[in-house]
Antibody, heavy 116, light 112 residues
């Protein structure tokens, strides 16, 4: 059974960098698929952030591209998100998911609050 | 970016009655590989989104057959043949044909 689990700090200060990791079990990241990040501000809809392949090819949402970096560590079967210069508008539940075109498996999500 | 527009945004339904959600895209979602990457997700309160339908009309394993998807090009529909209490939540369409991937605003389904 494929499982994804997000981890990282739940509180980040304004202007700092948000860092999250998604650990994947039950499937090898290097096998196939793009692996992505999606976020959801409290009470609002879903926003696609970006994704990465097992070989490191990335696609980012242009609205966030200048601040986003997604990387992969196939040895740990993990991929990571970094979002720089955060503001309160970046407060959201962050999800990781498999397959950018047809996301099938999702993590449970982790709430990241941007506040001093 | 491809804009996904859902309607209605709020859908009060009576138990046992049908429900229908529309999703329209600003560009055709037909991919050059022959597929149309239109997904439907259900998000119950406090839970992660759950995929119900992929590539327009393919129902995921474990999804009740009262859920069905249809459409082509820029016009898509999710139908629930007979709404049950467990169907309460927010439903999102999402396109996976173009970069960046984009979601509809969500349709909140509630019981009257």
């Amino acid at each position: 059974q494929v499982q994804l689990q997000e981890s990282g700090p739940g509180l980040v200060k304004p202007s700092e960098t948000l860092s999250l990791t998604c650990s994947v079990s039950g499937y090898s990241i290097r096998s196939a698929y793009y692996w992505g990040w999606i976020r959801q501000p409290p009470g609002k809809g879903l926003e696609w952030i970006g994704c990465i392949s097992g070989s490191g090819i990335t696609y980012y949402n242009p609205s966030l591209k200048s601040r986003v970096t997604i990387s992969v560590d196939t040895s740990k079967n993990q991929f990571s998100l970094k979002l720089s210069s955060v503001t309160a508008a970046d407060t959201a539940v962050y999800y990781c998911a498999r397959d950018s075109a047809n996301p099938d498996y999702w993590g449970q999500g982790t709430l990241v609050t941007v506040s001093s | 970016d491809v804009v996904m527009t859902q309607s209605p945004l709020s859908l009060p339904v009576t138990l046992g009655q049908p429900a229908s959600i529309s999703c329209r895209s600003s560009q055709s979602l037909a991919h050059s590989d022959g597929n149309t990457y239109l997904n439907w997700f259900q998000q119950r309160p406090g839970q992660s989104p759950r995929r119900l339908i992929y590539k327009v009309s393919n129902r995921d394993s474990g999804v009740p057959d009262r859920f069905s998807g249809s459409g082509s090009g820029t016009d898509f529909t999710l139908k629930i043949s007979r709404v049950e209490a467990e169907d309460v939540g927010v439903y999102y369409c999402m396109q996976g044909t173009h970069w960046p991937r984009t979601f509809g605003q969500g349709t909140k389904v509630e019981i009257k």
